[in-house]
C-alpha cells in the first residue's frame, strides 16, 4: 500500500510568513508524529497524535508552531510567522499504534519530508 | 541537552569489510534503542532496535550490541556493500513514556567504497 506522504516537498518562504506543511499517514495508522531535521542535527520530534487523545506538543519550540490532525488521518503542521532558523526538514511519521508494547515501541514509518527553507 | 549522541559525523569503509557505527546515550530509563537509516531526499527506514534487557540482536548482516553500562551501543554491518552508504539514525525509546515518540541522534553518514 501507500506510504506516508507530505506535501510540499520543498517550501521557500518569506521570515514572517505563514506555512502549513501536510501529511497523509499511512491508512489504518492510528499514531502520527511530526519531527524535524535541521542542518547537522538529528531528528528533533515535535508533536505526536494517538487517535482521539489529546496530543502530545511537548516537543513544539515556541507557540508560533501548530498542528491538527482532521478525523484521524491527515494532519497539517503550521508555522505563523516563520523565522529563519525554522529552515529545516520536516518529517512526518506514522505507526499501527502509538503506545510501546512488549515487543517495543510501534515500528514508525516516516514520510519523505517537507524542506522548508525561510528567506 | 542531547540524551542520544552520534559523535562521529561519518564513517567510510571498503566494501566487505565491516562497519561499526556507535551511539551513546544518558538516560537510563531508555528501554529500548533503534537504528535507523536514511537515504538522500527519503525518509528514515527501520533498520533494527534492541530491548535494554538484551545486549545483543542480529538480524542477517546487521548486529546491534547495547552495553548498558557504558551507555553506549553500536550498529555492525557485515560485510558493507556500497548499497549500504546513507545515514544512521540512533534512536531511543523513553521507557517512561507511552507516547511512542523517539528520541534521535544526529546521524553518522556511512559511505562503502567499491
Known amino acids: 500500500g501507500a506510504g506516508v506522504s507530505q506535501s510540499p516537498s520543498n517550501k521557500v518562504t518569506e521570515k514572517g510568513k505563514d506555512v502549513e506543511l501536510r501529511c497523509d499517514p499511512i491508512s489504518g495508522h492510528t499514531a502520527l508524529y511530526w519531527y524535524r531535521q535541521s542542518l547537522g542535527q538529528g531528528l528533533e520530534f515535535l508533536i505526536y497524535f494517538q487517535g482521539n487523545s489529546a496530543p502530545d506538543k511537548s516537543g513544539l519550540p515556541s507557540d508560533r508552531f501548530s498542528a491538527e490532525r482532521t478525523g484521524g488521518s491527515v494532519s497539517t503542521l503550521t508555522i505563523q510567522r516563520t523565522q529563519q532558523e525554522d529552515s529545516a526538514v520536516y518529517l512526518c511519521a506514522s505507526s499501527r499504534t502509538g503506545t510501546s508494547g512488549s515487543r517495543g515501541p510501534n515500528e514508525q514509518f516516516f514520510g519523505p519530508g517537507t524542506r522548508l527553507t525561510v528567506l | 541537552d542531547q540524551q542520544v549522541k552520534q559523535n562521529s559525523p561519518s564513517l567510510s569503509v571498503q566494501e566487505g569489510r565491516i562497519s561499526i557505527l556507535n551511539c551513546d546515550y544518558t538516560n537510563s530509563m531508555f528501554d529500548y534503542f533503534l537504528w535507523y537509516k536514511k537515504y538522500p531526499a527519503e525518509g528514515p527506514t527501520f533498520l533494527i532496535s534492541i530491548s535494554s534487557i538484551k545486549d545483543k540482536n542480529e538480524d542477517g548482516r546487521f548486529t546491534v550490541f547495547l552495553n548498558k553500562s557504558a551507555k553506549h551501543l553500536s550498529l555492525h554491518i557485515v560485510p558493507s556493500q556500497p548499497g549500504d552508504s546513507a545515514v544512521y539514525f540512533c534512536?531511543?525509546?523513553?521507557?517512561?513514556?507511552?507516547?511512542?515518540?523517539?528520541?534521535f541522534g544526529q546521524g553518522t553518514t556511512l559511505q562503502v567504497k567499491p
Open positions: 534512536a531511543a525509546s523513553p521507557g517512561s513514556s507511552n507516547t511512542g515518540k523517539l528520541i
